[in-house]
């Protein structure tokens, strides 16, 4: 459907008055008018009327385009304020982890380093690496995301599979950080298998999910577990970190925004994690929000269509 600009509406608008009084404003006289005298009177305020009408039409049309215009500059605002901060988070995110992998390379050309050191160097390489990757794959899949190139790909999974998948990824860093990590499984009366779903989206919400978990939370626990209710499937990932103010549970799925936006950051990340999660649940036909109390850990959910093959 063509947009109609609104400069040509307001013209059309015009013209279409205008037109009609001229053609039919001497018929009106007559009518409402039947004596000279009246008439006389009538036409003297039958130009005040045209303006008073056209007036009022225009005032109607300007501010209807006038609160459009303003909510526009404050989206562009509130957008070039949370891309200023996640310029500055990125930038962070590439010179740290940038510093590790030139700092300990050049430190690896030392060829006194013990077998243990080097192994040590080079796993701080790796680590640094891989969070290089990640930011990377954050911006390519924003990027996706807003020109419309994510498409959905069912395919038929099993619940075990993905639990799986998730153990084998996260286990390593739930031995390393001193976390319980938990991965229940469903009751028999809510058991699902067979799905057909997208598993690549599902596992990528819910690594997002578990990243974020491991990154809040310093001691007690992570679950991750699902159920079936009606048509849907419930995803839920628990934790017993910082929490997340009230105030910003909304806020935190939108893109560049972090829990702490400030420039020293005590954690990592650029702010994306979360609204690639939103949008990726979203095109799966799910939707995804948050339970939280500051300081007393964060749940988060999301729900997808159930589907049998």
């Given at each position: ?86 310029l ?20 690896l ?8 050191q ?13 969070r ?110 910082i ?12 893109k ?54």
């Amino acid at each position: 459907m063509i947009k109609f600009r609104f400069e040509y509406g307001m013209i059309l608008v015009y013209l279409l008055i205008g037109s009609g009084w001229i053609f039919f404003s001497d018929e009106l006289t007559e009518l409402l008018a039947p004596n000279p005298e009246t008439a006389a009177h009538f036409q003297t305020y039958k130009g005040l009327f045209y303006v008073f009408v056209t007036a009022l039409l225009f005032y109607g049309f300007l501010s209807k385009h006038l609160q459009k215009l303003r909510k526009a500059e404050e989206k562009a605002l509130e957008s070039d304020r949370l891309k200023s901060g996640f310029l500055a988070n990125v930038s962070h995110e590439i010179r740290t982890p940038m510093n590790g992998v030139m700092g300990f390379a050049e430190l690896l050309k030392d060829e006194s380093l013990s077998r243990e050191q080097q192994l040590e160097y080079i796993s701080v390489i790796e680590k640094s690496g891989e969070r290089m990757l990640d930011l990377i794959n954050d911006i390519v899949n924003i990027s996706m995301i807003d020109t419309g190139q994510i498409k959905l790909h069912l395919s038929n999974v099993e619940k075990a599979d993905l639990l799986y998948s998730l153990t084998a990824l996260f286990e390593p860093a739930d031995r390393e950080k001193g976390v319980s990590l938990k991965f229940s499984q469903c009751s028999e009366n809510e058991a699902v298998s067979n799905l057909l779903l997208d598993r690549e989206k599902v596992i990528c919400v819910l690594s997002i999910l578990l990243k974020n978990a491991l990154k809040y939370t310093t001691k007690g626990s992570i679950e991750v577990s699902c159920r079936k209710e009606a048509d849907i499937v419930r995803f839920t990932v628990k934790d017993t970190g910082i929490g997340i103010p009230e105030n910003q549970l909304e806020a935190i799925f939108k893109k560049f925004v972090q829990v702490n936006m400030s420039y020293t950051k005590t954690y990592d990340g650029a702010g994306l994690g979360l609204a690639i999660a939103r949008s990726f649940v979203e095109i799966m036909g799910g939707k995804i929000w948050a339970e939280s109390y500051q300081g007393r850990g964060s749940i988060f959910n999301f729900t997808v269509p159930y589907k049998t093959s």
